[in-house]
Each structure stands twice: as C-alpha cells, then as structure tokens.
C-alpha cells in the first residue's frame, strides 16, 4: 500500500517535473533566439542614445559644432563617443575613408579609423547602416563576436547633405542571458520536493501540502514575473522618458518597445503552472493511482518517449508555433491567423488554378489513395506469390524487387524522367513500338500524374512487400489447412481468412504509407516538378516553394505544414476507427 | 549470476568507450584555423586546395590556417541558413553572389568594406565587385564570374551562328525531328537560360529604381522568339531542361547548346567544343545578354577573427591566386591582371567568357530578385513550353510577383 | 495435379521474371551509367553497355580529402556505425514501447499511440531548424551520436505500430502459463515474445537500417567535417549547379549504396518467412 503512494507521488512529481521543465526548456529555447535584443540595460546609457539622436535631430542644424559639443560634455560619462567623417570614394559606392572628427580619445581626433581594431569596424558599420536608413538608428543588437553594442548612430548633416555620423558604442559586458530558465527550473524542484514529502511523510495531509506546494510555486512564479516585468517597464518608461526631454514628443521608438523577453514569460510560467496544475488536481491523482497499477508499461514507454519527446516532438512544437508568425530576413513577426487565412481563403484564386489549396489539396488526396492502393496491391500481391515455400529463386526475386527501395531515389527518380521524355524516352519508345502515339507526359495534368505515380508506385512496393511478407507469418499454417479441407476457393481463402488476418499488421504500413505519400516530396519535385502550370504540385511541394523560392516565407510553409498535419490527424482518426473495429469484429 | 554481472559491467565499459569515441571532443586547438566551406567540385576544388596550401605553408604570415569543407552544392545554402546565425557557420564561405540580399539582410554575412581600399577593388573587373554589393556595403570578394555562352560542335557547326537569324537557319538545318537531332538545346522554361532572350530584345525585370518591368513588350517579343524556337517547327528539343542540354550536347544529338561553364566538366575529351559569346538578336541589333554571376568569399558575420578572415580572403583573391585557378581550373576569375596572362589569353574557352563579360547583365542579389524566378519560370512553362501566348502569362507573372514583394515587404527594393 | 502445379509454377515464374525485369529496367540503367565511361547523364533504354570500364568505381572509392584521408573508407565505416547504430537503437526502443502498448491497458494508451503516429505528419522540411538548435545544445551536432538518435526517433513511429500489430498476434496464453510459472514479465518478453516477433522484427530493423543509410539533408546539414560525412554526402557531392554532375560517379555510388542493403535484406529475409508458424504451410 505504502509502497504505491511512493511510487505514485513519485510518478506525479516526475510528470509534473518534466511538464515545467520542458515548457521551461521550450521558453528558454525561444528566448535564447530573441535574447540578442536586449533590454536596455541602465538609463545612463539611454540617455547616451538620446544624445547622439539629439545630435541628429535639433531642428538649427546639428553641425559638427553641436556633435563636437556633445562629445566634449559627456566624455567622461560614456566609454566611446566619436564622430566620424566620410567623404566618398566616386568610383565605388561602397567605399568611403573615415576619420574622426570628434571623440572622447582625444588622440584620435582627426585620425583614420584603424583597420585591425575592431571596435573601429563597428564604428565603420555603423556609420553605413546609419548611412543606408537615412535617419538615426538605435541599434540594441550587438553581433556575437563582440561584445560591442552601438547605443545609437545618427547623421549629422551640413549644408543639408549627410556629412558625419555620430555614433555612441559601448562595451559592455557579455551579452545578458536569457532570465526566464532557471526560476521554472526551480518550481520543477520545489513540486518535486513537495511531492516526494507528501508521499514520504504524512500520506493524510498529502493533499494538503501539495497544495501548499502549489500555492507556494504559483505565488513564487508571480512575484518573479511581476518582479521582472516590473523591473522592465521601469526600465522602459525611464528610458522612454529620456529620450523624450531630449527629443522633443516625437522620436522613432520602435525598437524599444520590441523586447520580446515578457513574451516568454507571459506564456511561460502560465503554461508550466496550468500543467502542473492540471497535474496535481484534475487528473493527477487518477493518474498517480493508474501509474503507480501500470508502472511497467510507463517504465517501457519511457525511453522512446523521451527521445520522441526531445527530437521530434519540441521541433514539432517549434513548427506548429512558426504558422503564425510571419519570417523576414531572420525575424519573426507574430501575424496571428494570417498564414492561415491567406491559405484557407484560396489567395484569390480561382478553385481550378493550381495555386489555389483546394486545388492542391484534391490533387494531394488523390496521389495518396492512388499511390497507396497500388503500393499495398502490389506488394501483397508479389509477398503471397514469393512467399510459397516451394518456390524456387524466391530469395533472389525477393532480394532483387527491393532494389528500387534500396537506391537513393534521387538519381532513380531522374532516371524515370528520362523514361518519360518525350523524344527520347523509354515508355513513349515502346508505345511507338507497340503501334501507339507518343505521349507527351509532362504536358497535360493527367499524364504528369500518371508519370509521378508510375515512379512513385515504382519506389515504394517493395516496402509494402516487405512488410506483407513480415505480416503473412503471422498467420498460422493450420487456418490455410482447415480451409483446405473445406474446400474453398481460393479468393474466398484470401478475401475471408487471409486479408482479415493481415490486418492488425498491414494497418501501421497503410496508415503510415499513406502519411508519407502525402508528404512525398523528392518524386514530385524531381519527376514533374509540378509541371504543366504546378498543377501536379502537392501540398508539400508547395510549401516548399513558399519556404524557400518566394521569399523564405517559412510562416506561410509552417501554416502549410499545420494544415497538412491536421488533414493527415483526421485522416488516421478515421483509419484508427476503421482499424478498432475490425480488431473487435 | 557472477558471469551476468561481469557481462553487465563489461557492458557498461564499453557503452562509455564508445560514448566517449562518439561524442565530440571538446578540448580544441589553440590556434584554430580559420573554417571555408566550399561547393567546388572536381579541378575548381583542387585549384582551390592548392591555393589554400599556399596560404597555409607560408602566405598566412602570422594568420591562422585556413581548413576546408566542401560541402554538397545543393546543400549548402541550408546548412549556411542553419549553422551560422547559431554561431557553428564557418569563417569564410564561397558562394554565388545570388543570395547576397537576403544573407546581408539577415546578418548572416559580414560587411566588408572597412578593410578595402581603391587600388585594391580596382584588381577585380568591375561587374565581379558590383554583383557582391547590397546596399552601400560590399559583402564579399569576387573569386570567379559565371555566364551562360553559345557552345558549339565543332563537327556539326563548320560556322558558327552570331545572329538570332543565322542561329535559326544553322538549327533548322541541324534539325532531323525524326533521328532525334536538333539544333539547339538550353533549359527553355527557366529564366536564368531565357535572360539572353530577354535582354537582347530590350527587356528587364527591374529598373534602376526598382520597379518592376516583367510584362512589357519587350519581354513579349523575346518569349514569343523563345516559343518559336522551342516550338514543334523550332529547332530546340521538346522537354528541355539543363541535365538533359547536357546529355545531347554531349552525345552529339544537339549541335548548340546554351550552358556555362559547369557543362565543360561533364563532356568527353574527343568532343571538339567550340564557344562564342550569344548571337545578336536580329530584330533589335541588341546583343542577347546572359545574366552574370560572381561567386564570391564571404566573410561569416559570427567570425570571430575577422581581420584575419579578411587577410584569408585577401590572398586567396590576389591576382596570383586567380591566375593559378584560371589556369588549373580553367575558372573565369574575376581579377583583371590574370586576363593578361598570354596562357589564359589562348585558352578558347576562358576567352569566350571574357568575350561574353562584357554583353552580360549582372544579376541582381536582392531578395526582391529572388522572388522573381518561379512565377517567371511558370510563364516560361505556359508560352515556351505549353505554346501559350506570352502577353497574359507574362501580365500574370508580373501579378504575382508584385503580390510576392507586397506580402513580403512593404516597397523597399533596391536599385 | 502434378502437371497442373508445374504449369503453374512455370506460369508464376515467367510473370516474375518479366515483373522483374520490367522493375529492374531503370535500376539497370543506373548500372549501365555506373560502368559505361563518360559523366554526362544517359538517355537511352538500352541497358547494355557499349562500353565497360571501372573508372567511375574507382573514383568514388579511391576519393580522398585535401589532405589524402581515404574518404570512401571513412564515410563507409561512419555510414554503417550510424546504421547499425540506428538499428539497434531503433528497435530496442521501439520494440519495449510496442510491447508496452500490445500488451498493457493504460490510461493514455490510445493517446500515446496517436502521439507516435501524429508527430510524423508534420513535414520534417521545416522541422530541420529546430532539430539544428536542439542539437547544438545538448553538443551532438557534428557527431555519429546525434544523427543517430535523429534517424532512431525519425524510425520509431513506424516500428513501434508495425511492432504493436504484430505483437496483438501472438497469443498471449504462452506468456501467461509462463507468468504462473513465475517469470518476470521483462524475462517472457526477451526469451518468448521477441524470438516470435522475428518477422516483424526483421521488417522494422531493415526499416530502421535504411532510415539512416540513405539519408542525407540532415548528414550534409548537421556534419562539419569530411570525414565524418556519411555516403550519402559524399554522393551528393558529385551534383553541383544547374543540375550538372559527375552523373557516371554518381550512379556507381548509389550501385555501391545499395549493395549493403540487398545484402542484408538477403540475410535478414529467413527471419522474414521463418517465424515459428511458417512450418506449417505446405504447397
């Protein structure tokens, strides 16, 4: 008795434990990606931002006199501050010589920004990222190889053409990490302890100190958030502040208030919490209890679930995240349903354009079903024929019809295309030969389907074959003999006995076969490539080319992605209903 | 039970000697070299080796090593996209300059221009330099240029054809459709191979102000040119693609081909290659003019040695250095002085390059660029392929790309 | 009769030898690729050679690095220590969590069992970034380890369901009179339900073997050193740009990838036909 509470609480703290920990290691992730923009870290600096766009933005032109002035002033309070002229080479656009026109190194002055500083450099690109936008820059993130953050670089105009640029730059020390692990990482433990004690302990007052425990964590995650959020809108608002007495009420803010980090928190510690939660109270116990009952299978489970968990499950999670969000250039903006919509509603195209979704989808089904009934067929059909234990050479018919599994489809897949060509290919050849018209294969929807599938169905019998082969031993000898006896026929021998037998084995294949059909990307690309128009396009092949030939638009893809995965949830809910009744029938 | 014990420790010393085989090593170098990852195959590869080696056996001075990887050509821009921003990227990189955008706009490569001067971007031909530019930065130095040319057999084509008009009286006669022989083969669905087409006839896909000119008259002109070409009178096989132009130029099927310098390594020695610059398009007096890419060492923006870095790159785009690659490689560098070498003054094939450099169009490395190619590639489809007519298909190109810019980015294009 | 079953064994034969050979066509044309001299790609369908050299072979064998490291060698031996190590750890895992859903009614069964199957829908394209980072952070990127447990999570999905189904058909009467006489349920589940399961064990393991032998976008991307690349890199490596390669280095590669699965596809299928049952059928 005392034994399962132990192992009971254990399991509940393990589950609980691991919840918080992989939705802090999910936090983590997320903010490690975003933590190079980092929160501004004291408003001494802000002001040093402020000034330099002061410099940029007073209304009696900012001359160098002004920048000059600046400089002089906060010399002491600030670690670099220069000035930086750049006359412009005529010839190429790139080029220009820069020289300090002002700077807190009084030595530099007039001097040529040296070429193996590396400080000089980010003085340089800053200068021409300023230089490029037009307009002063607050530039919060610092590259990784240097721990040299630009505050802020502004132009400094003369005679109303760009003539200097004023750049504040510090270096600070290493780039902050990331807050948002450890503290989740720490209610992970404190449940885990509570827990373990409350089993251990006083199995009576369980209840009440895991309550406790809860109370506890929930009001510790609280004061940690609000403690952090508060610190950071402080932060803000003092810096927003700032930089508004020195600006006058208009300044280009944007990238202050686009610190991501609240983000993680906001949905972080809710989510941790809800699980654990949920953990504890509402399916908790019942779930300790059936652990504790059912240890060995869970025991079993663990470690493909921990794997699964760590490599496919987090990317999973990370993809179904991206659908909403939109990528430019190595950022991403949260868009909401957007993706979602601009796929759904069609884009404005018309239902038979072959861009439209529903068009791809339709194509996509049917591929599937198609490719699948040929796959499953033949393979069946060839493991029954190869399978009579009389037959000679079956080993080497068998070892040989796998050989199209067994070759990197990459180069197979080219070779079919060729046997499609129209002039010079295998298939119209033999047609002329046979006393048919040559068909051009790629030109009309219906052939470069037919093309796709022959290749598709090509590469993946044997797999099915393979499994059918596997899946017919399960089948004992003695049910073949009695049906003998009887008499029957045989393909009422095969339609009644053999096939329901084969089912629970074939079922994974087909399920699993049909997934990855959906998904096929290499035949389709390589065979077709969607051609004629990107009518034989399949979703796949669609979000790849919103991936990565219109514009990275990784978002749209992931909503592809999504949308693909739900198609393909439904599908398999219905085929795990088909297959649950046929295992209780 | 003794001896199950002993096999389970047994068991458990060997899971660690293979964990600790397997796992990577952490302890590194002091001195470590400084990483270039390359998709150079075959003599391109070795020429690139052997200049490597001399930076390695004394040109690095004080500079770190140099240490390479080739990396599979399709993927790497992936692994580029995939290891860099998360800091495991190399040091260096050498790549066509096509990506240059949206690299630069990502932080993924580095600004170069600090360390450069005049004399020194005045040893690369100027179009190299240009293709590597975004913005006002330069993002890269140009270690070779690449176009597509007109490559003849010199056993079927005696003369070879410097008009559309003669291109179209040499191909009708190459062309025998029932042996399978035909006069010219290019990859006649995809922009970059239609470019020449597109140019000749005085079309564009962005001006200078980066407006964008896909559906015009020009470009009309030059598919309908494409279409009849391609068509079922034309002289170009049905279901070109670039594997298959070098199939049949190869095999002697197809007299003409319009392919770059990639094709040279797949033809058999015996085969008398002849290469000249593309036709003047008869109808404009235009020279059809090829896009032209430079493939460029870029700097990593995550380097953590960059003056080194640039020091690398610096000797491996010396005017020696290219001279060794062009020679070795038979590679179109981009350095000037390495054209004056009377070696490479008489190498046929180098020359033709050079010849063609100066009617090449430098291809833009924006990301707007990049969102031209596949619905320009489906217009293709449609008119040159399909026999469609070019106005609508190009008017729909021009839609969609227009579509593309605007969900991708508001306006920003650069010139 | 006798008569009767001859002419249908001919008959069989001949429908496969002529299935076969109509399968083989293009296999054979890679081969002709991989034999015949010249690296241009080959239109043809004629699968004899005109010519036959071994230089193709030799080329992609001998490769060697920069520094004359014996490329094909090393690849081969990283490329069968990642198969092999994907195969057992593949099957160990997937064998216990099929056994765990076979044979036990847990709360959360149903849900699991969707969970393998659903994490697979997702296009495994855009799960390559992600993957990356993980990777990177737990320090198995550029190593064996790491694609391993990579190819082992990508395989278990499939093994894990053809597993469960094949286990709900052994009858579990044999474990139960094993479990009365006291054995443990991990004892009954090596010495009798694995040992019947060879079939589909067989089956899973081949699976698991080619998950990880053929793969390559994930090797080329997560790889940083020649030597360490698998052979499927080193195969890709002979495609460059605009579709041109050494197509004659390429062919005989994959004639030579190839090799190692046909052969233990050979070795594996008498576990494949030869589960204890398999005696019983006579012709």
Redesign the interface.
């Known amino acids: 008795m005392k034994r399962k509470h132990i192992t009971g609480a254990l399991l509940t703290a393990l589950f609980a434990g691991s919840a918080v920990a992989i939705s802090a290691a999910a936090v983590y ?1 997320s903010a490690l990606n975003s933590g190079e923009k980092a929160i501004i870290e004291s408003p001494a600096r802000a002001y040093a931002a402020a000034l330099a766009l002061r410099v940029a933005k007073d209304a009696s032109p900012p001359t160098a006199q002004t920048a000059l002035a600046a400089v002089t002033q906060n010399a002491k309070a600030l670690e670099h501050i220069s000035v930086v002229v750049e006359p412009r ?1 005529t ?6 010589k820069r020289r300090f026109l002002a700077a807190n190194d009084a030595k530099r002055v007039g001097a040529v ?1 040296n ?2 500083s ?1 400080l ?2 980010r003085l ?2 800053a200068a ?1 990222s300023v ?2 936008a037009g307009k002063p820059l607050l530039e919060l ?1 610092s ?3 240097s721990n040299l953050t630009v505050l802020a670089a502004a132009p400094v105009m003369r005679e109303g053409k760009h003539y200097a640029t004023a750049i504040v730059i510090t270096a600070p020390k290493a780039p902050p990490v990331p807050a948002p692990a450890w503290p989740l990482f720490a209610c992970g433990l404190a449940l885990f302890a509570f827990a373990l004690l409350a089993a251990l302990f006083a199995p009576r007052l369980r209840h009440v100190l895991v309550l406790l425990g809860v109370i506890g964590m929930s009001g510790f995650s609280w004061w940690w958030t609000s403690g952090v959020s508060a610190a950071y809108t402080a932060n803000l608002t003092h810096t927003l502040a700032g930089l508004q007495r020195t600006l006058g009420t208009s300044g280009s803010l944007d990238a202050l208030s686009a610190s991501p980090s609240p983000w993680a928190l906001i949905i972080g510690i809710p989510l941790a919490l809800v699980i654990s939660l949920l953990a504890l109270f509402g399916v908790g116990r ?2 300790a209890a ?1 652990m504790a ?2 240890r ?3 025991t ?2 663990i ?3 921990l ?2 968990a ?7 999670v ?3 995240a ?1 659908g909403f969000f939109n990528h ?4 991403y903006n949260f868009v909401g349903l957007k993706n979602f919509v ?1 796929i759904l509603s069609g884009g404005d195209r018309p239902l038979s354009h072959p861009l439209n979704f529903y068009f791809t989808l339709g194509v996509t089904v049917l591929w599937t079903a198609v490719n699948v009934f040929l796959h499953v067929t033949i393979g069946l059909a ?1 493991a029954l ?8 050479f079956k ?1 080497i ?16 897949a ?3 295309k ?2 499609f ?6 298939v119209n ?2 047609l002329e030969i046979v006393g048919l018209e040559k068909v ?1 294969w ?2 009309s929807f219906s052939t470069a389907f037919i093309a796709n599938v022959t290749t598709n169905t ?1 590469l993946g019998f044997p ?1 099915m074959m ?2 059918a ?10 049910v ?2 009695a049906a003998a006896v009887d008499g029957a026929p045989r393909h009422k021998v095969f339609f009644h006995i053999t096939l329901p ?1 084969l089912r ?6 087909i ?2 076969g049909s ?2 059909t ?2 096929m ?1 290499n035949i389709i690309y390589l065979v077709s490539a969607g ?4 009518s034989s396009d399949i979703l ?1 092949t669609e ?3 919103w ?1 990565f ?6 978002g749209l ?2 909503a592809y ?2 949308i ?2 739900v198609v ?2 439904f599908y ?2 219905i085929a ?1 209903r088909l297959s649950r009744v046929s ?1 209780d029938g | 039970m003794f001896s199950r014990r002993l096999m389970t420790s047994a068991l458990r010393s060997l899971a660690l000697v293979v964990c600790a085989t397997l796992w990577p090593g952490n302890a590194q170098a002091e001195d470590k070299p400084l990483v270039l990852w390359h998709a150079y195959r075959v003599q391109e590869r070795a020429a690139l080796e052997k200049t490597v080696d001399a930076w390695n056996t004394g040109g690095r001075g004080a500079h770190p090593k140099i240490k390479l990887l080739a990396v599979p050509y399709d993927a790497f821009a992936d692994k580029i996209t995939a290891a860099t921003p998360r800091g495991h990227g190399p040091d260096l990189f050498i790549f066509a300059h096509d990506r240059v955008g949206d690299w630069a706009e990502s932080k993924i490569i580095e600004p170069i221009e600090f360390w450069m001067t005049e004399k020194h971007a005045d040893t690369f031909i100027l179009k190299t330099i240009d293709a590597l530019c975004y913005g006002d930065s330069l993002y890269g130095l140009p270690m070779a240029f690449k176009s597509t040319l007109l490559f003849y057999n010199k056993k079927l084509v005696p003369e070879p054809p410097h008009t559309t008009d003669d291109l179209w009286r040499v191909g009708q006669q190459l062309t025998d459709r029932k042996a399978g022989r035909y006069g010219l083969v290019y990859d006649n669905a995809k922009l970059y191979f239609h470019a020449p087409w597109l140019h000749g006839f005085g079309g564009m896909i962005f001006d200078e102000r980066g407006k964008l000119h896909i559906s015009s008259k020009a470009a009309v002109a030059a598919m309908n040119f494409a279409r009849k070409i391609s068509g079922p009178t034309g002289i170009v096989p049905p279901e070109s693609t670039s594997t298959l132009t070098t199939t049949l130029f190869a095999h002697g099927k197809v007299a003409m081909a319009i392919s770059g310098p990639w094709m040279v390594g797949e033809l058999k020695k015996d085969l008398e290659v002849g290469a000249i610059p593309l036709p003047i398009v008869s109808s404009t007096g235009k020279r059809a003019a090829p896009f032209m890419g430079a493939e460029g060492i870029m700097m990593s923006a995550k380097s953590k040695r960059k003056a080194d870095g640039f020091a690398a790159m610096k000797f491996l785009t010396s005017d020696k250095m290219a001279l060794l690659r062009a020679k070795a490689a038979r590679q179109p560098v981009a350095n000037k002085a390495a054209w004056l070498d009377p070696t490479v003054k008489a190498d046929a094939l180098l020359s033709a390059f050079y010849a063609q450099l100066k009617f090449a169009k430098v291809m833009l490395g924006t990301p707007e660029m990049r969102l031209v190619w596949s619905p320009y590639d489906m217009a293709l489809q449609k008119v040159v392929v399909g026999g469609g007519p070019a106005a609508p298909a190009l008017a729909e190109a021009q839609h969609e790309v227009q579509r593309f810019l605007e969900s991708s980015r508001k306006g920003k294009v650069q010139p | 009769m006798q008569q009767s079953t001859k002419m249908n064994r001919a008959i069989t034969h001949l429908f496969l030898i002529i299935f076969t050979g109509m399968t083989l066509l293009p296999v054979a044309l890679v081969l002709r690729k991989a034999v015949s001299p010249g690296k241009a790609f080959e239109l043809t369908i004629n699968p004899i050679p005109s010519k036959v050299t071994s230089e193709h072979f030799r080329e992609v064998i001998g490769k060697t690095s920069s520094d004359g490291k014996w490329l094909f060698g090393r690849q081969l031996l990283n490329s069968t220590l990642i198969a092999l190590g994907t195969t057992l750890l593949g099957v160990f895992l997937a064998a216990t969590a099929a056994y765990a859903f076979s044979r036990f009614r847990f709360p959360g069964r149903n849900g699991g069992m969707m969970a393998f199957l659903v994490v697979q829908m997702f296009p495994a394209t855009l799960l390559m970034i992600p993957m990356y980072v993980i990777l990177s952070k737990l320090g198995l990127l550029n190593s064996i380890l790491g694609l391993i447990f990579v190819y082992s999570t990508t395989a278990i999905p499939f093994c894990v369901w053809m597993l469960k189904g094949y286990f709900d058909t052994i009858p579990k009467e044999l474990e139960e009179a094993a479990l009365i006489d006291g054995a443990s349920r991990i004892r009954i589940f090596y010495t009798i339900v694995l040992p019947l399961a060879r079939p589909a064990l067989a089956v899973t393991a081949l699976f698991s073997f080619m998950t990880a032998w053929n793969e390559y976008i994930l090797a080329a991307t997560f790889l940083n050193r020649e030597e360490s690349y698998t052979l499927p890199v080193l195969l890709n490596s002979y495609v460059g740009e605009h579709g041109s390669a050494n197509w004659g280095a390429f062919a005989a590669g994959a004639v030579l990838v190839s090799i190692p699965i046909v052969a233990l596809f050979y070795a594996l299928q008498k576990h494949l036909v030869s589960g204890l049952t398999a005696g019983g059928v006579k012709g």
């Open positions: 992730l080479s010839k190429y656009r790139f080029l220009r920004l070429k193996q590396p000089d450099k340089y690109d021409s230089r490029s993130r590259p990784q190889d019942r779930m059936s009952e059912h060995l299978a869970y079993l489970l470690p493909a679930g794997g699964m760590l490599l496919v499950l987090l990317p999973f990370y993809g179904l991206l430019q250039h190595g950022e601009e060839l024929v190869l399978k009579d234990p009389l037959l000679r080993g018919y068998r070892a040989l019809l796998i050989l199209p599994w067994a070759m990197p489809n990459y180069i197979t080219l070779i079919w060729g046997m060509h129209y002039q010079y290919g295998a050849h033999v051009s790629f030109s090509w797999f393979v499994v082969l596997g899946a017919l031993q399960s089948i004992p000898g003695d073949y003999e037998l629970p084995a074939l079922y994974p294949a399920v699993l997934i990855w959906f998904n990307f051609a004629p128009n990107g796949i979000a790849y080319r991936a030939q219109r514009g990275d638009r990784y893809a992931a992605a999504l693909i995965f393909l949830f398999s809910k795990n295992e």
